[in-house]
């Protein structure tokens, strides 16, 4: 079944600034989102059910911060899900995932979009090709590197070495992500790699797939849980470095096992299914 999309009178819009920054980005974007995008319902709510579960089990794992911060997927050119403004990542259901364009404007869901949410997203998704999904969130350990001047990933963990050669670092903080200008910048800053860390604010990560983003983001929180506490441990002795090339052996043999990423967002469905009946009700959305 294909589903027509075109953008909603009276969508979710960005807030304008003196200098226009909210509007369409460009002619071309405002061009795009006034054209019809046929896209597979299969595909759609597929995509609000990985992201539906992504979220839940993030809350569950407390890397969520009260309603703030948002998942997104591309599904086509300028067509994206994202979640609602107003909505704990606990109680959000499938049903609840909006579909927008890239200028922001609700196409189909029954909530508003935050009109800040967008701002990073959108830049990401132009910028990056590779970002299909991207997670943004503050979850604790990730966001206590970026607290430290010169914050880093140590390469000393089986769990860092994943992401040998995948991490940037945005080591300039200007406050809120307000503007289309910050959006970009901070979107240049990831530069095709999987993961921004932004001084004294929070992660980034970015992945093909629903599945592998949400696999990188629990593994990213884990070997910064790690660091956190082999430093504390330490007591200013040096934590153990693996050589480079070992680094670079071991991030080549965990991405050959992507499959895991895959099976790991199943078992949560699973877990969701047992524990919280109705997390993935797509009736609403039938409904309209």
Same mark, same amino acid.
């Given at each position: ?166 991490? !940037? ?7 809120? &992500?307000?503007? *289309?200008?910050? /959006? #970009?910048? +901070? $979107? %240049? ?46 007591? !200013? ?7 480079? &090339?070992?680094? *670079?052996?071991? /991030? #080549?043999? +965990? $991405? %050959? ?32």
């Amino acid at each position: 079944m294909l589903l027509e999309t075109t953008a909603q009178t009276g969508g979710a819009t960005r807030p304008e600034n003196a200098n226009g920054a909210g509007r369409a980005n460009t002619a071309k974007d405002a061009t795009a989102s006034a054209q019809p995008v046929d896209l597979d319902r299969g595909i759609v709510d597929k995509g609000r059910i990985d992201l539906t579960a992504a979220l839940r089990w993030s809350a569950r794992l407390q890397l969520n911060e009260g309603v703030c911060n948002h998942f997104s997927l591309e599904l086509a050119p300028d067509r994206y899900l994202i979640n609602p403004q107003g909505l704990h990542w606990s109680e959000v259901t499938a049903a609840d995932i909006l579909l927008i364009d890239g200028a922001g404007q609700v196409l189909e869901g029954r909530h508003s979009l935050e009109p800040t949410a967008f701002f990073i997203h959108s830049w990401i998704h132009r910028l990056n090709p590779h970002a299909r999904c991207i997670l943004h969130t503050h979850m604790p350990y990730a966001t206590a590197l970026t607290l430290i001047d010169g914050g880093r990933l140590q390469w000393c963990n089986q769990n860092t070495l994943r992401f040998w050669n995948r991490v !940037g670092y945005d080591d300039e903080y200007r406050g809120l &992500a307000l503007s *289309e200008a910050e /959006g #970009r910048r +901070i $979107a %240049g800053a990831l530069n095709g790699r999987d993961v921004l860390f932004s001084a004294s604010h929070g992660v980034t990560v970015v992945a093909a797939s629903v599945a592998w983003a949400f696999d990188d983001l629990y593994y990213l929180e884990r070997a910064c849980m790690h660091q956190v506490l082999a430093v504390q441990a330490a007591n !200013g002795r040096p934590l153990r470095r693996v050589p480079d &090339a070992m680094c *670079e052996q071991v /991030g #080549r043999q +965990i $991405a %050959g096992e992507r499959q895991q990423s895959d099976l790991f967002l199943d078992s949560v469905k699973r877990m969701l299914g047992r524990e919280a009946p109705g997390w993935d009700d797509l009736q609403d959305l039938a409904q309209r």
